[in-house]
């Protein structure tokens, strides 16, 4: 995060009176992460080993994620589950999947290199676990400074 100015009219902001100082991430889309990620009205969305005090922006009013999976047989439209190494991915995947919807998503997040956080996990390795499940990947995109995440969904043959 860096201090900058910003023009809070183009931001659509109310009140905004021109340039300000204001909090913003440098390098990324500033695009809200519940857009990012396609979240829609109505989705039910549950997150898997999120960071303390993890918050999805921009999600629409009505939902509202599940921070706990919990026991109960609940499907899902979409899953982000943060996955710090290869050995929680490759444990939770065949867990997650049939918690979601037949056209539901699992955004897997794991550790930037940039980020200084110790992994043994990047997209390919994400790619390595999921295809023998049926699954394949459609997207990629930032989930902040720290997460890269990468969109897996069913193969249309198995939906």
């Known amino acids: 995060m860096v201090w900058r100015r910003v023009d809070r009219r183009k931001q659509g902001q109310a009140g905004g009176r021109g340039d300000t100082w204001g909090m913003t991430t440098v390098g990324y889309s500033g695009k809200p992460l519940a857009a990012k990620l396609g979240i829609k009205p109505g989705y039910a969305v549950a997150l898997d080993n999120a960071p303390a005090g993890f918050v999805i922006e921009g999600l ?3 939902v ?13 439209d979409l899953i982000l589950a943060f996955c710090p190494d290869r050995a929680r991915l490759a444990k939770r995947l065949p867990v997650l999947l049939p918690r979601t919807t037949t056209a539901g998503m699992i955004w897997v997040a794991w550790p930037k290199r940039a980020s200084g956080v110790p992994t043994d996990l990047d997209e390919n390795g994400v790619r390595e676990l999921a295809l023998p499940l049926g699954v394949v990947d459609v997207k990629v995109c930032a989930i902040d400074a720290t997460w890269s995440g990468l969109k897996l969904v069913r193969r249309l043959a198995n939906r």
Not at 64 to 76: C, D, I, M, N, T
């Open 64 to 76: 509202v994620p599940l921070e706990r999976l919990g026991r109960a047989p609940a499907q899902y």
């Open 60 to 62: 629409p009013s009505e």
